[in-house]
């Protein structure tokens, strides 16, 4: 047997490299949680990083024990190493050695990159090197190259048929606002489903959950599911919908107070002469003066979310009065438009 207190060094230069690869993972890997997020706007960079320091630790805290087990087992035969556990040791640490250096060069280039991908093939790479190809557990690694081929066409399927469902039930329909606000327990009720079956069922050994039965893991989920619907639509809907009237509001009153400014600097004795105004005898009504001016510009992603303002100015009240005050607050079209409301 090998006296392995030798070695107490190369455990600990271990632990030291575990915190380099895992910050080169939180550089990395962070956009695949929360890039669309930031990017779409609805969260900040710094609202970003809070969420996913606190949530991205309890998910591998909570369900990262199966594939932790992969990776320490799963990829090469541990076994072979029974006469040489410092080769193992001394293996290991180079993976993640070369895992994290991989990781903190791609992030340097800009370059979204998968931390598993890059901890395997360092793993399969030092054992090859080590004993050769018959330390690597071959089907066990078909299986897991497999799922990165199987992972986008599945993902990119249930992404699809979901934005589907949510353009034809909310973004399509003339108030888009009360449909999604209508969805609003759905999705969260969906969201918190999914991770606690997700969480009971792989048995989160921190929790002690593996003895649970499968109709134990249903009802709890699905009751943990239904209280989130319930204080979602109580709480949440409540909250979001004088969130958005008060927005609409204040920007009523922009608009507004744009158009008095813009009346008030046209000579009464140029105002007859506009072409805009003779062409312009009812400007097409409140909907074509206010959707340019409310973020119209903003592209697909925020289409919902500006045509249900839009639709609410237009139920609400007319903002804009007559073609004229039209014609020339469409001047200030491209200031307002680059400003973001948030």
């Given at each position: 047997?090998?006296?392995?207190?030798?070695?107490?060094?190369?455990?600990?230069?271990?632990?030291?490299?575990?915190?380099?690869?895992?910050?080169?993972?939180?550089?990395?890997?962070?956009?695949?949680?929360?890039?669309?997020?930031?990017?779409?706007?609805?969260?900040?960079?710094?609202?970003?990083?809070?969420?996913?320091?606190?949530f991205e630790t309890l998910g591998s805290m909570l369900l990262g024990a199966k594939v932790g087990e992969t990776i320490r087992k799963g990829i090469i035969d541990v076994n072979l190493y029974n006469e040489t556990v410092p080769v193992l040791m001394a293996g290991e640490v180079s993976a993640m050695v070369g895992s994290a250096i991989w990781q903190l060069i791609a992030s340097f280039l800009k370059l979204p990159i998968s931390g598993t991908h890059c901890i395997v093939g360092s793993t399969i790479g030092f054992s090859m090197v080590a004993i050769g190809t018959k330390g690597v557990q071959?089907?066990?690694?078909?299986?897991?190259?497999?799922?990165?081929?199987?992972?986008?066409?599945?993902?990119?399927?249930?992404?699809?048929?979901?934005?589907?469902?949510?353009?034809?039930?909310?973004?399509?329909?003339?108030?888009?606002?009360?449909?999604?606000?209508?969805?609003?327990?759905?999705?969260?009720?969906?969201?918190?489903?999914?991770?606690?079956?997700?969480?009971l069922y792989t048995g989160a050994p921190l929790l002690g959950l593996e003895m649970l039965p499968v109709w134990a893991i249903a009802l709890i989920t699905?009751?943990?599911?239904?209280?989130?619907?319930?204080?979602?639509?109580?709480?949440?809907?409540?909250?979001?919908r004088r969130k958005i009237a008060s927005r609409i509001k204040k920007e009523r009153a922009a608009l507004s107070r744009i158009s008095d400014e813009s009346l008030d600097q046209i000579p009464e004795e140029e105002e007859e002469e506009l072409p805009v105004f003779k062409e312009l005898p009812g400007a097409k009504g409140t909907d074509d003066a206010v959707l340019p001016l409310t973020g119209g510009s903003g592209g697909e992603s925020r289409r919902g979310e500006a045509t249900g303002e839009l639709n609410i100015l237009a139920n609400g009240g007319t903002v804009l009065p007559n073609g004229r005050v039209y014609g020339e607050v469409s001047t200030y079209q491209i200031p307002l438009q680059s400003a973001d409301p948030r």
């Open positions: 047997m090998v006296d392995l207190q030798e070695y107490l060094w190369m455990v600990i230069l271990g632990f030291v490299i575990a915190f380099i690869l895992a910050f080169s993972v939180g550089a990395n890997d962070v956009a695949n949680s929360f890039g669309t997020a930031v990017g779409s706007g609805v969260v900040t960079l710094k609202q970003a990083c809070i969420l996913a320091s606190i071959w089907m066990q690694l078909v299986k897991i190259v497999a799922s990165w081929f199987i992972s986008p066409l599945l993902s990119g399927l249930m992404s699809g048929f979901l934005f589907f469902l949510i353009r034809h039930f909310i973004l399509n329909k003339d108030d888009p606002v009360p449909n999604g606000l209508r969805a609003l327990p759905v999705f969260y009720a969906s969201t918190i489903g999914i991770n606690a079956f997700s969480i699905l009751a943990g599911a239904l209280v989130c619907a319930v204080v979602v639509w109580f709480a949440v809907c409540p909250w979001m």
